[in-house]
T-cell receptor
């Protein structure tokens, strides 16, 4: 199976909260990330969490990490149409000072009025 | 520069031709990564550099793919005798050694006809 798994699609109504889920297999993961990719653009780092944390909040974004279940989630409060994009979960481990992200396939978030 | 720069942004080539894709990382970033994003797929890791050396070449799909980095800065990904299955967006990222945040360029969209 894949190292990082995500559901492919999520559709929400504008103003609602979105929750994007991710599972990973590598228990030695050091950091876990959420990236956003808008159409025709590269990847934008949204937020990341160190593996010894269980929650991180940044404005409308809340990241929850359940290390026991190897489950990561991204909650977007008050979702806007501008949040429509593909969201990638990624994990890294320390490889001699470098952190090589391994990505999931991405979740397409569709926000409708 | 201010961000990771990739060129060209788009490349159309005939099957069997060689192509070179260029990545200019953020100034001072010693780690550099290449990924491939095929339609409907996640990000496939190709290779990473620490300085000018590539400790991990395991992701290169075939011996038609090669990459080099000179002066600890610019990197070139070369694909020889291109095939239609090479059509994808090629993304480059860079980071500081020992730092978890990798920053991505806008990508090069390669189309092999």
């Amino acid at each position: 199976g894949e190292d990082v798994e995500q559901s492919l699609f999520l559709s929400v109504r504008e103003g609602d909260s979105s929750v994007i889920n991710c599972t990973y297999t590598d228990s030695s993961s050091t950091y876990l990330y959420w990236y956003k990719q808008e159409p025709g653009a590269g990847l934008q780092l949204l937020t990341y969490i160190f593996s010894n944390m269980d929650m991180k909040q940044d404005q409308r974004l809340t990241v929850l990490l359940n290390k026991k279940d190897k489950h990561l989630s991204l909650r977007i409060a008050d979702t806007q149409t501008g949040d429509s994009a593909i969201y990638f979960c990624a994990e890294t481990y320390d490889e001699g000072g470098s952190y090589i992200p391994t990505f999931g396939r991405g979740t397409s978030l569709i926000v409708h009025p | 520069g201010a961000g990771v720069s990739q060129s060209p942004s788009n490349k159309v080539t005939e099957k069997g031709k060689d192509v070179e894709l260029r990545c200019d990382p953020i100034s001072g970033h010693t780690a550099l990564y290449w990924y491939r994003q095929s339609l409907g797929q996640g990000l496939e890791f190709l290779i990473y550099f620490q300085g000018n050396s590539a400790p991990d070449k395991s992701g290169l799909p075939s011996d038609r793919f090669s990459a080099e980095r000179t002066g600890g800065s610019v990197s070139t990904l070369t694909i020889q005798r291109t095939q239609q299955e090479d059509s994808a967006v090629y993304l480059c990222a860079s980071s500081l050694i020992g730092k978890a945040e990798a920053f991505f360029g806008q990508g090069t969209r390669l189309t092999v006809v």
